[in-house]
């Protein structure tokens, strides 16, 4: 069994999604139980396998029996291993967490999302555990199809669209990667990322392995969502439904950068991507500007859900810059960071999503009076941009210095204004949404009059886990040690100063 559970956290939600299609059809109070035990499944087969890989090593697991470089292998190691873990959590936690807002947005079609929702997932967890390169796209395939089916059954007027561009940046993105895979393929005679690693040094010099390169490169950043290549990121996680953004937006773009993590960590290696191209400043660069942007464009917006989006774009910048700094203690801060912005980004999402259910307008002018009307939503939107931020002791505060710390090492100080100048923004983007919430005068918001305020919060089952999640900022944050010493600096090991 333990053996098994490396092939069990992705094959689990695949069968649940089956048969939660076939209970839409017969017993739909089915479909979420199947789900959410679908789900738990997943969550204890990755905590049982980050365990064996903490304990033991890397978890190989070979698909049909049949080992690479001939089969598809499995390969868990401690990076994706507790990624695994996240995803997998995350996607537990949000659906408990939601499960009122797909009964109340979608009464006839809720198993419809619930197999959308699982198979996305399976999508995701597949992309982070797999070994091999054309399977990788394969799932990548199956997360951003479901991805694009989940935006468009948002808004009735904006998501349709919205998943279209998704669609076609999406496409773009992927081909490219598969072009990438295309070519190293052409030059080595295998697929499994291992093998690749070890035949690839004989070549580095050939033109074909550097487009190869360039193009696995530029397909991940189209997904991640990478200043300028962002453009589809806005809309399709304003107007996708609620439970879906607070999904999508924490895993999606983050499982992209893991992908180019993999790609320069383990396929090309770091002597590839920082000794043999030469493009690291140029790619640190884009990352500068994806920061300065995204905090500008966060500061231009009035819809809250729509300002996260931006801070996000932000966000990936930070994990951008710091992968190519090529020193140990930012790839240190960028991998950190990827983790601690998956939860980050998902108490945000998700307190933006409960709010958004009691509320028709997500416009901050709208918001007054809602530290009274929502307290514990209200709490755990705060402990997000706390960390967000970067203050201490919340888990932002610790990436973040390894990325200020690591680009002062690299003599890289446009890097460090730019961490600077975004934690700053971001002080005044929730401030000002704290203001209105906190000092506006509800009398002239949602009921016009000036008894005592109702108390607007959600479900038990949507604070518990929200407070759950607000908590665990911290916890990240005074586990970080742990987390950079035992599942980061083995993982880079032999390839960094």
């Known amino acids: 069994m333990t053996h098994d559970?490396?092939?069990?956290?992705?094959?689990?939600?695949?069968?649940a999604a089956l048969l939660v299609v076939g209970c839409g059809w017969t017993i739909k109070k089915a479909c979420f139980p199947i789900s959410l035990l679908g789900l738990g499944v997943s969550v204890y087969c990755s905590l049982k396998v980050?365990?064996?890989v903490l304990a033991k090593g890397a978890v190989s697991y070979y698909l049909g029996a049949w080992p690479p470089p001939w089969g598809i292998a499995y390969e868990i190691d401690a990076l994706n291993g507790v990624?695994?873990?996240?995803?997998?959590?995350?996607?537990?936690?949000?659906l408990l967490a939601t499960k009122n807002q797909i009964a109340t947005a979608f009464p006839d079609r809720s198993f419809a999302f619930y197999s959308l929702y699982l198979l996305f997932v399976t999508g995701l967890l597949g992309i982070v555990a797999t070994g091999d390169l054309f399977n990788l796209y394969v799932l990548l395939e199956i997360a951003s199809i479901t991805g694009y089916a989940l935006v468009a059954m948002g808004d009735k007027r904006r998501a349709p669209i919205s998943s279209l561009h998704y669609v076609f940046m999406g496409t773009i993105g992927a081909s490219f990667y598969l072009l990438g895979v295309g070519y190293i393929y052409i030059k080595t005679g295998s697929l499994n990322m291992a093998d690749v690693s070890g035949l690839l040094p004989a070549i580095y010099g050939s033109k074909a392995i550097f487009i190869a390169f360039i193009f696995c490169i530029l397909g991940a950043m189209i997904k991640m969502g990478l200043f300028p290549l962002h453009v589809w990121l806005p809309n399709a996680y304003t107007y996708a439904p609620s439970p879906a953004a607070s999904l999508m937006a924490p895993l999606m773009t983050k499982v992209m950068v893991y992908v180019m993590l993999r790609l320069m960590i383990t396929v090309f290696t770091p002597q590839f991507?920082?000794?043999?191209?030469?493009?690291?400043?140029?790619?640190?660069?884009?990352?500068?500007?994806?920061?300065?942007?995204?905090?500008?464009?966060?500061l231009s917006q009035q819809n809250l859900k729509r300002m996260l989006t931006y801070i996000i774009v932000s966000e990936?910048?930070?994990?951008?810059?710091g992968a190519w700094l090529g020193n140990k203690t930012a790839m240190t801060g960028a991998i950190l960071h990827l983790l601690n912005d998956t939860l980050m980004t998902f108490c945000?999402?998700?307190?933006?999503?409960?709010?958004?259910?009691?509320?028709r307008s997500l416009d901050i002018k709208d918001l007054k009076g809602l530290f009274s009307r929502m307290p514990f939503t209200m709490a755990a939107l705060v402990a997000g941009a706390l960390s967000i931020i970067g203050v201490p002791p919340t888990c932002g505060f610790f990436s973040k210095w390894y990325l200020i710390t690591g680009a002062m090492e690299a003599g890289n100080y446009v890097f460090v204004v730019a961490l600077l100048f975004s934690s700053l923004v971001c002080v005044i983007l929730f401030f000002r949404v704290f203001e209105v919430s906190f000092f506006g005068d509800e009398s002239h918001g949602h009921h016009g009059d000036h008894e005592a305020v109702a108390i607007h919060e959600t479900s038990l089952v949507t604070i518990l886990p929200l407070l759950v999640v607000a908590s665990g900022l911290i916890l990240l944050g005074l586990y970080s040690g742990f987390i950079v010493s035992e599942m980061i600096e083995p993982v880079l090991s032999g390839g960094f100063k």
């Open 5 to 15: 559970c490396a092939a069990l956290l992705v094959v689990t939600p695949l069968l």
């Open 50 to 52: 980050l365990t064996q």
């Open 83 to 94: 990624l695994l873990v996240a995803v997998a959590a995350i996607a537990f936690v949000n």
């Open 273 to 298: 991507a920082f000794t043999n191209l030469q493009i690291s400043h140029l790619l640190v660069g884009m990352g500068c500007l994806a920061i300065f942007m995204g905090a500008l464009l966060a």
């Open 316 to 321: 990936i910048g930070y994990m951008m810059g």
């Open 348 to 359: 945000v999402f998700l307190a933006v999503g409960a709010i958004g259910t009691r509320f």
